[in-house]
């Protein structure tokens, strides 16, 4: 945690205000966003199919990145009212706007991307 009236904090303030990129990385980036992003361009998915869709994230982190995803306002999440509760979650307007994006980032890394 760090003040907000941190030099720190009044610097990431001031350029993700001023540039378009750094938002946009702040939005999109991190190790898990952009595959939840990409998994649900292909239509909502329930919270276990994301999961077990992807290897390596933990439940927890999981549910950290889909809650900011969900209040940065790029996938809303929706419960259905049967017995057990199902919830799916899916791209907002915004998050389908990116696709392109998306799209354009996974296609630069698979181009780039060292050979293993």
Known sequence: M???????AMNEDHILRNCGMAYTLSVLG???????????LR??????????SMEGVSE?????????LEKDGLVKRTVH???PPRVEYGLTAVGRS????IESMSDWG???RPDQ
């Not at 760090?2 to 720190?8: A, I, Y």
């Open 98 to 101: 990116a696709e392109q994006v």
């Open 60 to 68: 927890r982190m999981l549910v950290a990145q889909l809650r900011e």
């Open 81 to 83: 009212a049967e017995v």
């Open 2 to 8: 760090r003040k907000e009236s941190s030099t720190n």
């Open 110 to 112: 698979n181009m780039h």
């Open 30 to 40: 991190g190790r898990w966003k952009p595959a939840i992003l990409f998994r649900l």
């Open 43 to 52: 239509g909502p998915m329930r919270y276990s199919e994301l999961l077990r």
